[in-house]
Structure formats: structure tokens, C-alpha cells
């Protein structure tokens, strides 16, 4: 009895010590891991910008309407860390991973169907995008996707529900529709489809609600947000707005505008929603020490098309 109660006093011991290192071994390492991290999201910053990391984690999906010829491939080799939904939306239904019922409306059909798809199962976070990296409307001086999506701050998506991928209010700011006042006076506008289409399209779109004097936001069909406030509104709402898109005489460049500047009234901003360009870039993307001057060469009008090559070749830089 007195050699066993000895052997096993000193088999505890052993067994504390052991359990002892190990728990030591394993913070050693645990502040290792942290150190790095910390390391990595310190190098995680140039020119006085953080690239936002989100205070709470959160799930997040990006969103593309592309088309069959689209090289979307520059997803995954510049934002792997993001699930890409990339959405065919000239291929028919059942041969594509993804696609829509019918090809109306541009990118509006593509949105409303992810959204009536996924309404159970949404990530925290949704960006909705067109297909191509560079468009003239990508509101960064590389006119670049990529940089609009890393640079986006989540946390800032998640308080607010609703935010514009472009802050510049050239196009859509402070004022591009008149609906009210188009309902009135029916004036014949040919150059403008849009604004004679649109007081008809927002009775059906949002019935009941009271028709808009102004309809002001940034262009141009490109924004995040959060499932909280899709959820605001019940799937089959959506389900209503993409039967409407599918039904409508409208041509789909019309009903895709028309779409474009509705969005951000469906999740809960006023009609005319034109945030200071300044506030939103700091908000939105963590631009928050810009001169006047930066303000000025966010975003340069250079027509419907960047220049051939872009960003390889730039014109411009010929005559400096």
C-alpha cells in the first residue's frame, strides 16, 4: 500500500508538470499567432488609408453580373478571400451555374434573383458589382473593382444597411429625376426615357408610397448591404419586383435604370440620397484625410469608355 501511494503521488506530479508545460507551450504560441497578426494588419496600411478589417466578424459575398464573354478571373486572383457569385445573365437557364430567368432589366434581374435565391441564407454582407474590373464609373483614380472592394469598410455596410460603391456626385447628384413633376405636366421628353418612364414604374414598384418631387443618388447600380436590411422586406417583395422587370414593355436599358435609381429607396433611404462626397469617402472607405485636391482626382469624367489598354495606357498622360 505504501509503495503504491508513493508511485502514485509520483505519477501526479509528473502528470502536473507535463499538463504545466504544455499550457505554456500553447500561450507561447497563441501570442506568436497573435503577434503576426497584429504584424500583418499593421503592413495592412499605405498612404494614410487603413484597408478596413471588421470590428465583428461578419460573412460577406460579392455578386457579379457578367456576362457569357466575361473574363471574370480576375475575382479570385485579386479577392480570393471573398465568395464570388458570378451570375451569366445571357446564358439560359440550366446551363450556367448561375443565371437569371430571363435577361431584362441589365444588372437589376441578376441582384433580385441572388436576393430572392439566397433570402434564407444571405451572408452578412452583400456587394453587388457589374462583371468588368475596370469601368468608367468606379468611383478610384484606377477606376479598379478591386480596390473598391478591398478598401470597403463592412462595418460601416452593417450600420447603415444601404451604401453606394461611389461617393463622386457627378451623375445621379444632386438631382437626376423629377417624378412628381413629370406625373403632371406628362411633358415629351425623348431624350430622357428614363424620367418619363419612371413616375408609372414607381407606382408599380413601391404602391402606396408617395410619389417623390426629386430622385438624387450616385450612379450607378453598384452598392452593398447588409441582410438585416434586406430582410426588412419580405422575399416575396422581391419576388414582385423581378415578376415586374420580366413583364414590363419597357426596353431593359430603361427598366435597368429605372432599377438604378430605386435601389436605395427599397432599402429605406429617401429618394434624394446624396451623402457629402467627403464623408462618404471617409465612411466608406477609410478615405478620411483628403485634400481638396484628392477630392478632385478621385474621380475624372473620361467619357462611357476608358481608353484602350487601361490602366496600362493612358492617353492623358501623353500630353503631360
Not at 507561447?28 to 470590428?55: F, K
Not at 469598410?153 to 453606394?164: C, F, H, I, L
Not at 435597368?256 to 440620397?273: D, N, S, T
Amino acid at each position: 500500500m505504501i509503495l503504491f501511494s508513493g508511485s502514485r503521488s509520483r505519477a501526479v506530479v509528473i502528470f502536473t508538470l507535463i499538463a504545466a508545460g504544455l499550457l505554456v507551450t500553447y500561450h507561447l504560441v497563441l501570442r506568436h499567432d497573435d503577434v503576426q497578426v497584429q504584424d500583418a494588419d499593421n503592413a495592412d496600411l499605405d498612404w494614410g488609408i487603413s484597408h478596413h478589417q471588421p470590428i465583428h466578424p461578419v460573412h460577406r459575398e460579392l455578386v457579379f453580373a457578367a456576362m457569357q464573354r466575361s473574363n471574370m478571373s480576375w475575382v479570385n486572383e485579386n479577392v480570393p478571400q471573398w465568395p464570388a457569385n458570378i451570375y451569366r445573365a445571357d446564358i439560359p437557364p440550366g446551363q450556367a451555374d448561375l443565371t437569371v430567368p430571363m435577361n431584362r432589366g441589365n444588372e437589376a434581374m441578376v441582384y433580385l434573383t441572388y436576393i430572392i435565391d439566397r433570402y434564407w441564407t444571405l451572408p452578412d454582407i452583400v456587394v453587388f458589382l457589374h462583371g468588368g474590373r475596370y469601368q468608367w464609373h468606379n468611383d478610384n483614380p484606377l477606376y479598379d473593382s478591386v480596390v473598391s472592394i478591398k478598401h470597403l469598410n463592412p462595418d460601416y455596410v452593417r450600420e447603415a444597411g444601404y451604401v453606394n460603391l461611389r461617393c463622386a456626385w457627378a451623375i445621379g447628384c444632386p438631382a437626376e429625376l423629377e417624378p412628381a413633376r413629370y406625373l403632371r405636366d406628362r411633358p415629351d421628353d425623348p431624350g430622357h426615357p428614363t424620367a418619363v418612364a419612371f413616375p408609372d414604374a414607381f407606382r408599380d414598384l413601391f404602391p402606396g408610397q408617395d410619389m417623390p418631387e426629386t430622385v438624387g443618388v450616385p450612379c450607378c447600380s453598384q452598392f452593398a448591404v447588409s441582410r438585416d436590411k434586406v430582410h426588412e422586406r419580405d422575399r416575396e417583395e422581391y419576388v414582385r419586383l423581378r415578376q415586374w422587370l420580366m413583364e414590363t414593355p419597357l426596353d431593359a436599358g430603361v427598366s435597368g435604370r429605372i432599377m438604378e435609381y430605386a435601389w436605395h429607396i427599397l432599402f429605406g433611404k429617401p429618394a434624394q440620397f446624396c451623402p457629402d462626397a467627403r464623408d462618404c469617402y471617409c465612411k466608406t472607405y477609410g478615405y478620411c484625410q483628403m485634400s481638396q485636391e484628392d477630392l478632385d482626382k478621385q474621380w475624372v469624367w473620361r467619357g462611357l469608355e476608358l481608353p484602350p489598354g487601361w490602366p496600362e495606357h493612358d492617353p492623358m498622360l501623353d500630353f503631360q
